[in-house]
């Protein structure tokens, strides 16, 4: 059966399994098996409870020696039971499952994972583990079990189920790559990797598994890229627009700063493009909070006077917002006649009509929004340049209906995603690249520091300190609530332990990715306008927000974060004229490396480039790196050595058989950034 065949073609699923999978994007049994794992759970061999180090993760093997009873605690019950691992007492507690009494009997066995945590007069407890049957756990001991992303209704076991089926149906499917670079890159073939993702027999399988399917996203990309620049050499003509006027320059004299050189540079280099006859199809790196805002200003208003419709597309209802408020305020002082408007999904009614007739008849010069700006209702009057920014940030689907009316318009895509040299030339080639690697001036580098979570009363503490300076500070939390994994902080439960801890006058705010966008909104607004005093939140935070008097964020398992993005949420700080701090808690015995790249290095290159050299074996079984979520898999600093090898082969590939069919090739205008 092809890869592009729809899910309902599996056995099984029905339209209820076909709605869930769509609200994941998968539609196809191909997405279906690159739904990957999103982490996998090993089965280690029981411990004892004494080797084992408060605050981690254990596996204990336990007989049930006594039931503490049931407690209600207002709405929650609670439940404890005492076990014995033959040496050590181990209490265990549980809340809202009364039943369990009937499971946990005295002189039954089970083997239990959980943190161990211990009281202050030393008694061990787990709240609210896993467990299994020792019997049964002795058959698991061993095995990796993949660890997929919540999708509603389908279970581990039934999502187990569909995924063989998908496997069994595309196991007589032909592997794309030819089989002498298979042999040549030594890897594995195509099904069998998708098999190995999913059910791994051992660490191994999962590694060359993993190995041939980073390759395969590195590789239909390249093609993609490849095949995409020969097309750009026909591309349309541009409308060149007049750069002689005044507007920009009078922009700029009422600016609370003057432009670096590197942003002057890359404002050069962005009018050239606008002026010349080949359509501007360009990206804007920068570090976070190296100032590329202004320069998307700065072509929206040139675009304006050339008498076009600029837009300029962020990722996220606060972000656009933000934007929003920025440029109002810079051309009001500029007393320019140009007129902004808003649009995103939160804006309804009224004012919804009013954006789109002034975007349909031209009087918006400028159009600010998410994602929401390229839907089918919005008619724009003289679309002349479209600009995103943190472009890695769309989805795909988001992305598809940009390109679709921002046809032979010019693109200006902004992007903190620093990219090595090195690596953007396998990846891009000779494209149009601006770049910004320094912080306007007057900037403190951000102190960092990684701390074990043992002692994050002394962070508390820390950020108490900053608050009575008057300051705000962010805390990160990976998962939203409770459930998701149990060990990793969450959102919500987070929030409460904060309230409990801290002083009552401390404003505690939450945000998650959850929320519906009036929520965000007020949320945000809250917080920057410092009604809040600390706002704790998934890394949604990380997308581009600009509040200057943040002075501390608190990164809660630190661990599950990759290098760039734990950059990118430290850039969150910093961007006033006060020290800012960064502190990563992390558990687990040791330091990752990558904390210890952040501790000495503020600058979002070096520690690219510093990564590269210094790279480790991959996270392996840690939650999915998420620095560049553009590739499922594949980390471009993790698994550069196999980007290498992908370019190579594509290469060569494609010089054998220029016409050679790549079944996941993708198209990039950058978006994949
Ligand atoms: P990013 O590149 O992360 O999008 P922003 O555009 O949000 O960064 O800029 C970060 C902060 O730096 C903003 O508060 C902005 O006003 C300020 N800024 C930008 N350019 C300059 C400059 N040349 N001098 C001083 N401050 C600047
Ligand atoms: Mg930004």
């Known amino acids: 059966?092809?890869?592009?065949?729809?899910?309902?073609?599996?056995?099984?699923?029905?339209?209820?399994?076909?709605?869930?999978?769509?609200?994941?994007?998968?539609?196809?049994?191909?997405?279906?098996?690159?739904?990957?794992?999103?982490?996998?759970?090993?089965?280690?061999?029981?411990?004892?409870?004494?080797?084992?180090?408060?605050?981690?993760?254990?596996?204990?093997?336990?007989?049930?020696?006594?039931?503490?009873?049931?407690?209600?605690?207002?709405?929650?019950?609670?439940?404890?039971?005492?076990?014995?691992?033959?040496?050590?007492?181990?209490?265990?507690?549980?809340?809202?499952?009364?039943?369990?009494?009937?499971?946990?009997q005295k002189g039954t066995s089970f083997v239990f994972r959980g943190v161990l945590r211990q009281t202050g007069t030393g008694n061990k407890y787990l709240e609210q583990p896993w467990f299994m049957e020792k019997s049964k756990y002795s058959q698991v001991i061993g095995t990796l079990q993949p660890v997929y992303p919540v999708i509603k209704g389908t279970g581990t076991a039934r999502m187990r189920g569909f995924l063989a089926a998908a496997l069994e149906a595309v196991s007589g499917n032909a592997d794309f790559l030819p089989a002498d670079q298979i042999k040549k890159y030594d890897l594995i073939g195509r099904i069998e990797a998708l098999r190995g993702i999913h059910f791994p027999t051992d660490r191994d399988n999962l590694q060359k598994a993993r190995k041939r399917l980073i390759f395969d996203e590195f590789f239909s990309f390249i093609i993609g890229v490849r095949r995409q620049k020969q097309e750009e050499g026909k591309q349309a003509d541009s409308r060149p627009m007049k750069t002689d006027g005044s507007w920009c320059s009078r922009f700029l004299k009422y600016l609370p700063f003057s432009l670096t050189a590197e942003q002057a540079m890359a404002w050069d280099e962005i009018r050239a493009d606008l002026a010349g006859k080949t359509l501007m199809n360009r990206l804007l790196q920068g570090d976070v909070g190296s100032g590329k805002t202004i320069?998307?200003?700065?072509?929206?208003?040139?675009?304006?006077?050339?008498?076009?419709?600029?837009?300029?597309?962020?990722?996220?209802?606060?972000?656009?917002?933000?934007?929003?408020?920025?440029?109002?305020?810079?051309?009001?002082?500029?007393?320019?006649?140009?007129?902004?408007?808003?649009?995103?999904?939160?804006?309804?009614?009224?004012?919804?009509r009013e954006?789109?007739?002034?975007?349909?008849?031209?009087?918006?010069?400028?159009?600010?929004?998410?994602?929401?700006?390229?839907?089918?209702?919005?008619?724009?009057?003289?679309?002349?340049?479209?600009?995103?920014?943190?472009?890695?940030?769309?989805?795909?689907?988001?992305?598809?209906?940009l390109t679709e009316k921002g046809k032979d318009v010019p693109v200006l895509v902004m992007s903190a995603t620093p990219i090595p040299r090195t690596l953007a030339i396998i990846l891009y080639g000779e494209l149009q690249v601006s770049c910004l690697r320094k912080l306007p001036p007057g900037r403190m580098p951000i102190k960092s520091l990684a701390i074990h979570e043992t002692q994050r009363g002394r962070a508390y503490a820390f950020i108490l300190k900053e608050i009575e300076k008057g300051r705000q500070c962010y805390v990160i939390c990976p998962a939203v609530e409770e459930g998701e994994s149990q060990e990793i902080e969450n959102v919500t439960d987070y929030s409460e332990k904060l309230r409990a801890v801290l002083p009552p006058y401390i404003r505690i705010d939450?945000?998650?990715?959850?929320?519906?966008?009036?929520?965000?909104?007020?949320?945000?607004?809250?917080?920057?306008?410092?009604?809040?005093?600390?706002?704790?939140?998934?890394?949604?935070?990380?997308?581009?927000?600009?509040?200057?008097?943040?002075?501390?964020?608190?990164?809660?398992?630190?661990?599950?974060?990759?290098?760039?993005?734990?950059?990118?949420?430290?850039?969150?700080?910093?961007?006033?004229?006060?020290?800012?701090?960064?502190?990563?808690?992390?558990?687990?015995?040791?330091?990752?490396?990558?904390?210890?790249?952040?501790?000495?290095?503020?600058?979002?290159?070096?520690?690219?480039?510093?990564?590269?050299?210094?790279?480790?074996?991959?996270?392996?079984?840690?939650?999915?790196?998420?620095?560049?979520?553009?590739?499922?898999?594949?980390?471009?600093?993790?698994?550069?050595?196999?980007?290498?090898?992908?370019?190579?082969?594509?290469?060569?590939?494609?010089?054998?058989?220029?016409?050679?069919?790549?079944?996941?090739?993708?198209?990039?205008?950058?978006?994949?950034i």
Not at 359 to 366: F, L, P, Q, T
């Open 1 to 104: 059966m092809r890869l592009d065949a729809p899910v309902r073609t599996l056995k099984g699923v029905g339209p209820r399994a076909e709605e869930e999978f769509a609200a994941k994007e998968i539609f196809t049994i191909g997405d279906l098996l690159r739904f990957y794992p999103s982490s996998y759970d090993y089965f280690e061999q029981p411990m004892k409870a004494e080797d084992a180090l408060p605050g981690n993760h254990c596996t204990l093997s336990l007989t049930i020696i006594g039931t503490g009873g049931v407690f209600r605690k207002g709405s929650r019950s609670i439940s404890h039971f005492e076990g014995w691992d033959g040496s050590s007492k181990v209490r265990l507690t549980f809340f809202n499952m009364p039943y369990l009494k009937q499971t946990l």
């Open 510 to 672: 939450s945000l998650t990715g959850r929320m519906k966008p009036d929520g965000k909104n007020a949320v945000m607004n809250r917080f920057s306008s410092g009604e809040t005093d600390i706002l704790v939140s998934t890394t949604v935070i990380e997308v581009g927000i600009n509040v200057p008097n943040a002075t501390v964020i608190l990164i809660e398992n630190a661990e599950r974060f990759g290098l760039s993005q734990l950059h990118q949420l430290r850039g969150r700080v910093g961007r006033g004229r006060d020290q800012s701090y960064c502190i990563f808690l992390y558990s687990g015995k040791e330091k990752p490396d990558r904390l210890e790249i952040l501790e000495k290095n503020s600058n979002g290159f070096d520690i690219a480039e510093k990564d590269l050299k210094a790279r480790g074996p991959g996270d392996l079984f840690g939650v999915r790196q998420s620095g560049l979520p553009q590739f499922a898999l594949a980390d471009l600093y993790e698994d550069s050595d196999i980007l290498r090898q992908a370019s190579e082969c594509a290469d060569e590939v494609l010089r054998l058989n220029p016409g050679f069919y790549c079944p996941e090739e993708r198209r990039v205008d950058y978006s994949t």
């Open 355 to 401: 954006a789109l007739k002034s975007i349909a008849d031209g009087s918006a010069d400028i159009v600010i929004g998410t994602h929401a700006l390229f839907q089918e209702a919005v008619d724009y009057h003289d679309l002349g340049l479209v600009v995103t920014d943190e472009q890695h940030r769309f989805g795909v689907r988001q992305r598809t209906g």
């Open 295 to 352: 320069l998307a200003f700065l072509a929206l208003v040139l675009c304006a006077e050339n008498g076009r419709q600029g837009a300029l597309m962020a990722p996220t209802e606060v972000l656009a917002r933000q934007h929003m408020e920025g440029l109002t305020e810079y051309l009001k002082k500029s007393g320019l006649p140009v007129r902004p408007v808003l649009l995103t999904g939160a804006v309804k009614g009224r004012e919804r």
